[in-house]
Every structure is written in C-alpha cells, then in structure tokens.
C-alpha cells in the first residue's frame, strides 16, 4: 500500500507571479499551503522539499499536479516534471516538464499547453518561456479558439510573443484549416486582451457594381480611458481614394458623444470621369454644462445631395431626401423650463434655397401647477422663433400661450378635465417689408374620462391573476374661426383651423400578473386597444360630420408573439386612408418572422416589408430581408444571407440589392480573432 504525505506549510517568502496572474498567491506571506505526495522529503540545510507520485500543491484557488516536484524554499527555484499541471480558476497550463523561480516570477514549460477559459483560448509550443510578469514566449507554438486535438483552425508561429492586456505578435505564421496549411503570412499582429488597445484593425475587401473593388484599412487608437479614435483610409477602384475619421469619448456630468468625418475625392461616377469633392460631418453629443445647463447636439451635413446614394448601406441611408442639424442648450428650475435650439436643414432631392432654417428657437415654459387648494391650474408656453432663408419671406416670431385648466372628479369615479387657452402671436422684422402683425386665438377643450376594471384570478387555469379594464373617455375641443390669411406662413401655428369636434374613444386593456416562487411580482400588458373617432359640428362639415375611424392595437398574447396596427377608415367610403400593421414571432433560438405593411396615400407611401431568420437548420443560419413598393409594383431592397457557424469559426455570405447597386459578401470570422477576410464591407465603418 503506497501511504500517502501531507503536510501544511505557512511560507512568508515573497514569491512574483510563475505562468498566469492567480500564481503570485505562491510564497505570499500568510498564505498556507498544503502539499501532499506519495513519497514526500524535505532537506533543513538546502531548504529543498522532494516529492514525487501524484503530487498535489494547492495554495489558495491555485493547483500543481506533478509525478515529480522539487522545491527550494530558500532560492525559490521550483522544478516539476511528468504530466505538469498548473491550474487556477481562470487559467490553465499543461506541460511535460517546468521550471521556475518564485522570487524571480520566470520560467520555462517544455511541450506547454496554456488555455485561457474566457476567450477559450488555446497556445501550445514546443517551449512556453515566461520573461516577466506579463510576457511570455512561444516557440514553434500554435494559438486557436477551436477544441479538440484537431480545431477546425489554427495558426502556427515559429515564434510567438504575448503580452496580457497587450499585444501577441507572431512570425512566420500558416493558417491550418483542420491540418491543412491554406495561408502564409510573414508577421501577424493582434490584441491579446479584452481591454482596448490601440493598432491596425483587421482590413476588409469587397465589391459594389457602384463603388467597384475596395479596400479598407483602419487604425484604432486608444485616447485614455474615456477617450478613443478610428482613422479610415478606403481605395474605391470606381470613385478614388476616401479618409474617415471617428472620434468617441465620455467626460465628466454625463457629457459622451461621438463626431465623425469622411471625405472623398471622387474621380468617377458610374464610369464617367468627373472631379468632386464629397464630404460628410457627424457630431452627437448629451450632458450637462457648469450650471446645470444640458447640451444636446445631434448634427449631420453633407455637401453632396448625391453621398448618401452612393456610400449608404441602408435603406434609411440611401433613401435620405434631408438632412439635419440641431444644437440645444436647456436649463430646468423644478416646474420651469428654458430650452434654445438651432436647427438648420439641408435638402438632398433638389438645391431649395428656400428651405426654412430656425436661427434660433427658444422656449419658456411652466408646466401645470396647481391654484391654492383649488381644482384650478395654470400653465405657460411660450415661444420665440428667428426664421431665416437664403431667398423668400424670413422673419421674426412671438408666440404666447397662458392655459387655465381644472381637475374635477365627480362621484370619484368620473374626470372632467376642462382648459381655456389663449395663444398670442407676433411678427416682426419681414424680409418683405411688410408690417409687424399681430393675432390671437382662444382654445377650448374639455376631456372626460373614466374606467372600470375586473380582475380575474388564476384565469383560464394559468397561475397569477388577469385584469381587464375598459377606458370611456371623451374630448371635446373648441377653436373658433379666424381670418389668419394675412399672417406670414412659416409653420403650422400660423394657420390654425377653426375646430369644433368632439372625439369619442374607448380604450380596453388586459393586463396579468404573476407572482414567482421567490415573492417577485411582475406585470404584462397582453393588449391595448383603442378604437377612436371624431364628430365635426362645423357647418363646413355639415355633409360629412363623422371623421375617420381609427384602430390603435398592440397585442401581446405570448412572449414569442407579438402584433401592432395604427389604421384609419373613412367610414364614408369605406377606403381604407392610413394602415401601419406590423407583426413578429421570434422564439429564443434566433428563429422570427416579420412582416410590416405601411399605406399613406396622402404621403405616397405603400410599400410591405419581410424579415426572416432561420436558425433550427443550425450550424446553417438563413435570413431574409425584403422591401416592396406596391405602388410602383417594384423591389426597393433585398438582402439574402446564410451563415455556417462553428464553435470558433464562422462563414458568412450575402447578397443585397437596392436601386441600381448590387453586391456581394464573403466574411470568415475567427472567434477571439475577428474577420481575417471578405468581400463586401461598409464604407468609412459606419
């Protein structure tokens, strides 16, 4: 019988770390260890401790497992040999023999296999050589995120150096695709950490009938911990050569944003030589300046009506007909509110120097606030607005608007909200020379409101409880008729219509509850369904008094299914004048199917839209996308893509159309690596 040591030892040496972080626990003072073998000796005079058969040195999470172990406390020289096994709970090192000192933190490891279980990273050499504390060196060694003997792929170097929370960088590396060499690349380069780092991003190729070949290099640079860059450099075979650059940070009182540029020298279009310069500017941004002042920007310029039929990738890119740049300051004080924007737009279907830009528009308002201990409240707006053309009437505007209004609730179970408002309007300073003008107009509107709810336990024999509510509510608003054709016309607060209607609406709700095991409480609306409609009493409305029917609806009957609706119905005709349906299932396997239809013929709009993912076919993923224009019987958009994935690998290929751009993509995407290749890409990153 083979009788089996232990002993447990208090070392107070100061030892550096051996081959992973978790091993500078080893000879820390304080920390026990405890070290058992089959055959186990220790020499006073070296301070050498031998063991050998199933050796096991545990010391806080850290393990070695060993045939052989020696041991030299004093020099802190340890040496093992025989199925070396070192392992800690993040990291793990497998060799046939290893040598290290303690107090040094170096060593060597023959015939080693590092893992890293986070990035499942796999590194075995011939050596593993530990130069600091940080740095290690593998010679003829190969790395992969792939299990087995044989991963589907890897990289062999002759010669390996890694840096945690750095760099590796290999020479002489072949891509294996099983045991296959299928790539030679004479210096690789790549983060070994899940920090950020700054270097070169892995390239991408691709093509567009458009753009033609390109290629996109980009470097990543590191700012700081709360800042960070991308520069761009794109080579576009149809149009020339393109430079980007993004800049992205996050400061102090909640103040983050992002700005971008892009600019291109365009030497063709469509094969025509030409000679262009095409730009385009970015900058969001949200936080608070000294003084509680909140700035919020969100800008967008182009100087070419044509960029984003060019560069964009979808469909709310290249379809832009305008873009827009709105910069705002605001300050609150409880109940006060003082808000100053500029908004400038640029048109990109024609060169309109007529569109209307607001230089500046600022706001005060006082929000509802209650009289005394009365019903009554009293509120304001108030705005000032600078219109501003290069050609047409530009002007100056004041709009005040006091509101009085009361909360009344009869019996505790009706509400009648009454308001009286009177919003004021001056004009000054027009460009036509006209004089200053003035008008004012009163509005009325009174709502009333109520519900009544039943709650159903354990409805249907599901486990919770089901509430259903039913909203009566109705709203009448009152504007009289004004003669307002004098005014300039700017927006749509300059021709305010007469208004004397009453809406009447009835909104049900269905809403459960369920109480899990651990005494939580949640809540899901399972359906909202509002059904509106307005009577005019205008005697211009005498033939056609019942406005529009519209249905609002979202229905949620399971978490996998889901269905939303905004129609409206002349009920005089029975035509159907606005129709938004969307509806999804989506299990939680990457499996859905959705479908959108949108009709608005007063905005040209009938288009339908198909999203489908496919994923119970795996490793194979499918998805489809499409966008039809039921008006014109035409395509807008089509999109095709199918994927193979792997435990550490992954190929993607795609299809996509719109208007008269067509092109294709090949990715092949490494897990812990990245894409190593392709066909396809977007232009500038964004």
């Known amino acids: 019988m083979v009788v089996r040591f232990f002993i447990l030892l208090f070392l107070f040496a100061s030892s550096s770390l051996v081959i992973a972080a978790d091993w500078d626990q080893v000879g820390e003072s304080g920390q026990p260890v405890q070290l058992e073998a089959d055959q186990l000796s220790y020499d006073r005079d070296t301070g050498l401790y031998h063991a050998s058969g199933d050796v096991k040195l545990v010391q806080g999470d850290l393990e070695v497992r060993s045939q052989i172990l020696k041991w030299n406390q004093v020099s802190g020289e340890v040496e093992a040999e025989g199925d070396v096994q070192l392992i800690s709970p993040d990291e793990e090192l497998f060799g046939s023999k290893a040598q290290y000192n303690l107090q040094k933190g170096t060593g060597t490891v023959e015939n080693g296999h590092f893992y890293l279980r986070n990035q499942n990273l796999h590194v075995r050499g011939q050596t593993i050589e530990r130069l600091g504390e940080f740095d290690y060196r593998i010679k003829k060694g190969t790395f992969t995120t792939c299990d087995g003997d044989v991963p589907s792929w890897k990289f062999g170097a002759s010669q390996l150096d890694v840096t945690l929370d750095g760099y590796a960088r290999a020479r002489n590396t072949i891509l294996y695709l099983k045991d296959v060499p299928s790539l030679y690349l004479p210096y690789m380069i790549y983060p070994a950490t899940n920090k950020r780092e700054s270097g070169l991003l892995i390239p991408g190729i691709g093509y567009s009938n458009k753009r033609g070949f390109q ?74 300046l000294p003084g509680g002042i909140r700035m919020v920007v969100d800008a967008e310029y182009v100087n070419d009506d044509q960029y984003f039929e060019d560069f964009g990738s979808v469909a709310e890119e290249y379809n832009k007909d305008k873009v827009q740049s709105i910069f705002s300051l605001s300050k609150n004080w409880g109940k006060y509110s003082l808000v100053g924007q500029m908004k400038y737009t640029k048109d990109l279907e024609i060169d309109d120097p007529t569109t209307l830009q607001l230089l500046p528009r600022i706001n005060f308002d006082v929000s509802r606030q209650r009289i005394g201990e009365s019903v009554f409240y009293y509120a304001l707006e108030t705005e000032y607005s600078n ?22 609730q009869l019996w505790d179970v009706i509400g009648v909200t009454p308001e009286i408002s009177y919003r004021d309007r001056y004009y000054w300073d027009l460009s036509d020379d006209s004089d200053s003008e003035h008008e004012g107009l009163a509005e009325f509107t009174t709502r009333v409101n109520t519900r009544v709810q039943k709650v159903y336990h354990r409805p249907f024999g599901l486990s919770g409880k089901l509430r259903h509510s039913v909203e009566p509510e109705l709203v009448y608003r009152y504007i009289p008729e004004v003669d307002q054709e004098y005014l300039p016309n700017f927006d749509a607060y300059d021709r305010i219509a007469e208004a004397n209607q009453i809406e009447y609406a009835l909104v049900q709700r269905l809403t459960v509850r369920t109480d899990s095991v651990n005494g939580s409480t949640s809540y899901r609306e399972l359906l909202y369904l509002r059904l509106s409609q307005a009577y005019a009493l205008t005697d211009e409305a005498s033939e056609q008094r019942f406005q529009d029917l519209r249905l609002e609806m979202t229905l949620l009957p399971a978490a996998w299914l889901s269905l939303q609706t905004d129609t409206t119905l002349d009920v005089d005709t029975g035509d159907w004048t606005k129709v938004a349906v969307a509806g999804k299932i989506a299990d939680q396997q ?3 199917f959705g479908v959108e239809y949108r009709y608005d013929p007063v905005n040209d709009i009938d288009y339908g839209t198909i999203n489908l993912s496919v994923a119970f076919l795996k490793p194979v993923y499918l998805n489809y996308h ?35 751009d067509r092109s294709v993509m090949l990715m092949f995407t490494m897990r812990g690596i990245g894409s190593v290749g392709g066909i396809g890409g977007s232009l500038g990153g964004g």
């Open 215 to 288: 290629y996109g290099a980009a470097y990543y640079q590191v700012l700081g911990i709360n800042q960070d860059a991308t520069l761009y450099f794109d080579y576009l075979s149809e149009m020339g050569i393109g430079k980007g650059l993004e800049y992205r940070y996050i400061f102090g009182q909640g103040n983050a944003g992002e700005a971008r540029a892009y600019h291109i020298n365009v030497d063709k279009i469509d094969g025509v030589a030409v000679d262009e310069e095409r730009y385009a500017l970015e900058w969001q941004h949200d936080g608070l």
């Open 387 to 408: 219109f501003w053309r290069q050609e047409g009437l530009r002007g100056e505007r004041l709009m005040v608007r006091p509101i009085l209004a009361a909360s009344i």
């Open 590 to 592: 990457d499996n859905s």
């Open 626 to 660: 499409q966008r039809y224009d039921f008006s014109t019987d035409e395509q807008l958009e089509q999109v095709i893509g199918i994927e193979y994935r792997q435990q550490c690998w992954s190929a993607q290929l795609s299809y996509s159309e719109h208007e008269d």
